[in-house]
């Protein structure tokens, strides 16, 4: 059938390619301005990988809603109201289903991704989330994986789930959207600790990071009204390979460049998203040392050695 | 304080050496026949550690149990009941503590460490358990962790905790003995599998594992009357960086060698492990799906690329 890939960049070309490779009609929309389409426009090619012929491009969003009914979204997670309000004013998606296929919380508002989205569009369409584990290269070399579909119906993730299953991909489904979104998004802010604990030689406290991690998220994702299990799923711990052990993963590069005194060339998104969950945790008195602690290293410019220490190796505490 | 450790293998010496550091007087025992006490007696060192001079060595257990009211026990599981008989057969051990510093189950029996140790001891006597992750090496270099002690009364836990405590090591105390012993055990179950995505070249899988993994685990654990929730704890989730992500790991190693059809010199720990829980999963009518693919692997020599896609790329579920 034919699917509608909103953004242009890495995941989002992943997300094309993917479509294309398992028999579907792919339409590829990108900004104006936007240098990732120009390129693939020009050299269907970007630093990951090579896009079929047959793959259309535009930048006219109309284009790209009228081809599909399958519109799945993947661009940067601040930018996502301003593009939503932007398909609101085309009405030209009735009936449709949006698949958001990224990560983060809108720092503004502390609002989850699917949240943003339902304020901006009105009247009748189904909404699912696209997470979890999954190097690019390692699909392109045809290494599989497993993912998750979240969304607020079982219906909506099944039917999702039967358009994009392949041998490359097997999907779990859930119905909790909170535990979801959080937990995917919170992910980075454990690649970010994952690093900074690298970049001090405590690489061995990544076990206790772990484990004390999921456990301080579940509270706050328990508090908000998901279920605290969703945590220990594909969509946070099925994703710590792939952010807590991986050389590439770009918010554990952060942490490990930032405890190092390397520069670097902007705040990875996870300094956002625990922005985005302390704001969250102060709303509903949960306590986030994870998160605590990382602002206090990055914003408060706090000495990293000591404050990975106090959260690590604090008094007595029952599991 | 006075602490003897049985037990004279590379944990066992690890304790030796960290209960004089943070400043007891330590005896270490070994069996007759054992080369390990003979080559610490002649040279105080083996190949991880050094241990100070002061340290006592005695092939004698009863000069062990009456040197100290804390006891380390720290030696191959299977051999456990053999040392708890002899133990016994002394009477020299009322009002004292023993604290398990070992994982894994009896294979025979399929009994908890803790439940053969209070099968054989008879009378007045407090068991406690110590595991969770840290690396021997990390520790000598003075990089701390966290671990955790587990009994069925917390005070016999804080107890202990307060004798062990130090900036080198912060410990957690869990009330559920079930979840902990057998969650401990069941990390090097994992540690094969996540050696066999590796040697398969299957490692951003290793995500997935560790979410299935503890899921499976938990069904098993809530089963058997303990905690659900322990697994995702130290004892368990926590000690995956040691095992599943370190190269130094003897499971995983195994894992990786075995599918790779590399020579071995004998079965992983975790071998045995993963036949003690499926005799329990059975008993309980518990499905691991995990542990039975390493069996199939390991025991009945089915194809491992095939048996692990199985695994993963099972049909439309619900996490």
Known sequence: MNVSILGCGRWASFHAW???????????????????????????????????????????????????????????????????????????????????????????????????????????????????????????????????????????????????????????????????????????VIGIAAGMLDGMHYTSLKGALMARGTHELSNLIKALGGNGMTIYGLSHLGDYEATLFSPYSNNRRFGEDFVQNKPFNKLAEGVSTTEALLKMANEYKIELPICTTINKIIIDHKDPKQELLNLFMRPLKAE
């Not at 958001?100 to 502390?110: A, N, R």
């Not at 991704?113 to 070399?141: A, C, I, K, M, R």
């Not at 097997?170 to 979801?180: A, H, N, Q, V």
């Open 18 to 188: 993917y479509a294309h490779h398992i028999g579907h009609k792919v339409t590829v929309w990108g900004r104006e301005n936007s240098t990732n389409l120009k390129n693939l426009i020009t050299t269907h090619k970007n630093e990951y990988l090579t896009l079929p012929q047959d793959i259309n491009f535009t930048y006219n969003l109309n284009t790209a809603l009228n081809f599909a009914d399958i519109i799945i979204i993947s661009i940067s997670s601040q930018q996502l109201r301003n593009l939503a309000k932007q398909i609101n004013e085309t009405n030209l998606y009735q009936n449709k289903t949006f698949i958001l296929c990224m990560k983060g919380i809108e720092v503004s508002t502390g609002k989850r991704l699917s949240e943003v989205l339902t304020e901006e569009l009105h009247g009748s369409y189904n909404v699912g989330v696209w997470v979890g584990p999954g190097h690019v290269q390692d699909f392109l070399q045809g290494i599989p994986n497993c993912m998750v579909i979240s969304a607020n119906n079982n219906e909506i993730s099944k039917k999702i789930i039967q358009i994009f299953s392949s041998d490359l991909i097997r999907f779990y489904y859930s119905k909790d959207l909170i535990g979801t979104e959080i937990g995917a998004a919170a992910k980075n």
